[in-house]
């Protein structure tokens, strides 16, 4: 028997409802995806015939987040490598630009997975790119076969690095005798097409395939096939998945969120040491997720936001509540007196107040008062672990610890 230690407590509270992980987990492939098989087969329509070593147009995939661009395209890669197994006509390349973000990066990457033989691979740095470029000419050329290169986040890597590998990829095939290259680029970002150059546009988009968000119906679909492995039958309260759903369907139909919800909902469950998952754990799985992201928002601040953000906190808790720009500013340059911190001027913190509403963390009104001019309203709208999370900030240390001087009367 296992000796007792720190963890035995917290696993014998933990009460085991989630039969499989990965399953809930965003990188796993399904077998299986519902309402994606119209665009699956809009794909392997283009794509089927590198099968037969003729070359598929090059496509565009365009849709908003979470709306299973990445999960396709693997599942047909798969489909493909069983289509071809030792990969004679056809060769499916995967880069994921949002990791391997630096030119050289793609390529080292993209050039590994087609170069197989071990003593022709490209060194991990030290070559030019117009070395790597004609080197993957070559080898590519002597093989005789298809290449698709499936390119994911490929805005990411435009955004950074320019279209120098575009160009090159999309102009390979001039150079080509035998084999030729075909391009899949995946994007959430629909404009990024009108920066390309015109050459790159129209043969990056020689087909364009658009997936659209997911409504609550298919949503539900979606969290049901993969609840069905993941859990044992009546784990989930009938109510769960159809919460998840439609909660994730307001917020722009996104799978990954609502995959996130049930499992985050199951893991607080299992915490609990609570034997079955309901809405009550989705709806504090919510409130957890919203909670991660403004906190990851409110790390991110300057020290001049965080001080205009502690000064409408102050406010409120001296229930001056909405307050105007004018309030926030004299609170504002009294922390800056405090903890010695150069204060901006009104108008600057007048624009700070902006981006925090922006960012949805206090809500500002414009509010006109007739001829005396107009000002804004200001309310604060984030919970009390944010608020928590400000005043204990580093940065404030000194303005909590201040004590006011006592008036001493003078006799
Ligand atoms: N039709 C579907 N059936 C089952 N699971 C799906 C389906 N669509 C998406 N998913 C799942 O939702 C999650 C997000 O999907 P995916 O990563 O493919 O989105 P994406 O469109 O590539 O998003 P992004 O633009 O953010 O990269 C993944 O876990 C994926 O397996
Ligand atoms: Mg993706």
Redesign the pocket.
């Given at each position: 028997m296992t000796e007792s230690n720190i963890f035995t407590q917290y696993m014998q509270k933990r009460n085991v409802i989630v039969k499989d992980k990965k399953i809930l987990?965003?990188?796993?492939?399904?077998e299986?995806?519902?309402?994606?098989m119209d665009k699956i087969n809009e794909v392997v329509e283009i794509v089927a015939p590198s099968l037969n070593k003729d070359k598929p147009s090059n496509i565009l995939i365009i849709?908003?987040?979470?709306?299973?661009?990445?999960?396709?395209?693997?599942y047909i890669g798969k489909e493909l490598r069983k289509a071809d197994p030792n990969q004679d006509n056809c060769a499916f390349i995967y880069v994921n630009c949002e990791v391997v973000d630096t030119p050289y990066g793609i390529l080292y990457n993209m050039s590994n997975q087609i170069i197989e033989e071990p003593n022709m691979k490209i060194p991990f740095t030290g070559w030019s790119l117009d070395r790597i470029f004609s080197e993957l000419t070559k080898y590519i050329d002597a093989h005789d076969k298809i290449y698709i290169i499936v390119l994911?986040?490929i805005d990411r890597s435009f955004q950074k690095n320019g279209d120098d590998i575009f160009y090159f990829l999309t102009t390979i095939n001039e150079v080509l005798k035998y084999s030729k290259v075909s391009i899949i680029g995946?994007?959430?970002n629909a404009k990024f097409t009108e920066f390309l150059s015109p050459k790159i546009k129209s043969r990056l988009g020689e087909e364009k395939i658009i997936?659209p968000p997911?409504n609550v119906v298919?949503l539900q679909?979606?969290l049901y096939?993969?609840a069905k492995f993941a859990f044992d039958e009546g784990v989930l309260e009938p109510d769960v998945v159809p919460y998840c759903a439609a909660l994730s369907a307001q917020e722009m139909g996104?799978?990954?969120k609502?995959?996130d919800l049930l499992r985050i909902s199951a893991d607080i469950a299992e915490r609990n040491g609570d034997k079955k998952v309901t809405s009550a754990h989705v709806r504090y799985a919510k409130n957890k997720i919203e909670l991660d992201a403004v906190s990851e928002i409110i790390k991110t601040l300057t020290i001049q936001s965080k001080t205009v953000l502690l000064s409408v906190i102050l406010n409120k808790e001296d229930d001056n509540e909405p307050m105007t720009t004018g309030d926030v500013f004299t609170k504002y340059k009294y922390i800056c007196d405090i903890i010695g911190q150069s204060a901006l001027t009104q108008r600057r913190v007048a624009g700070l107040i902006s981006e925090l509403d922006m960012l949805g963390i206090v809500h500002a009104r414009v509010k006109s008062f007739g001829r005396a001019g107009r000002t804004k309203e200001i309310e604060l709208s984030t919970p009390k672990e944010i608020v928590n999370m400000i005043k204990g900030d580093d940065a404030f240390i000194d303005f909590f610890a201040y004590k006011p001087p006592t008036q001493t009367t003078i006799c």
């Open positions: 987990q965003s990188s796993y492939i399904p299986n995806l519902p309402h994606r849709g908003k987040t979470g709306t299973g661009k990445t999960a396709v395209m693997n994911d986040e995946i994007t959430n997936f997911y298919q679909d979606i096939e993969r996104d799978a990954r609502a995959l």
